[in-house]
C-alpha cells in the first residue's frame, strides 16, 4: 500500500509542524537514513492527471503539466543535513503514520487551522 511507504510532513527545526508544503517530494533514503539515494522535487501528484493515461483510443491524456527536479548523488549518497549536506523539507529521519495518524486528503472535513 503507497501508505506505509509515506512519511508525516512534521519539520519542528524549520518551523513547519502543522503546515505541510505544497511541493512533492520523494525521496530514497539509505538503510541508516543518513544518506539520500536520489530526491525528487516536484509539482507532480500521483496521479492520472498528472501522469497522463490512456485514451480508448490509445491516445496519452495528460490533464496537468508537471516540473520537477531529481537529485541524484555518485552512487555513495548524499549526506543529509550539515554544514555540507542536503536539505530536505522535513525531519530526518520521516517520522512514519501511526495507527492513529491519518494522511490528509482533499474530500475530508479539518477542523482545526492551519497555522
Known sequence: AVVSTQSTGVSGEYGRSRVVPHIKTYTRLSPDRKKVAWFLLTSANLSKAAWGARTASGAL??????????????????D????????????????????????????????KLDT
Open 61 to 78: 491524456r495528460v490533464l496537468s503539466y508537471e516540473l520537477g527536479v531529481l537529485f541524484v548523488g555518485d552512487g555513495r549518497g548524499l
Open 80 to 111: 543529509v543535513g550539515g554544514e555540507d549536506g542536503m536539505i530536505v523539507p522535513y525531519s530526518t529521519p520521516p517520522k512514519p503514520y501511526e495507527a492513529t495518524d491519518n494522511p490528509w486528503l482533499v474530500n475530508l472535513k479539518y477542523n
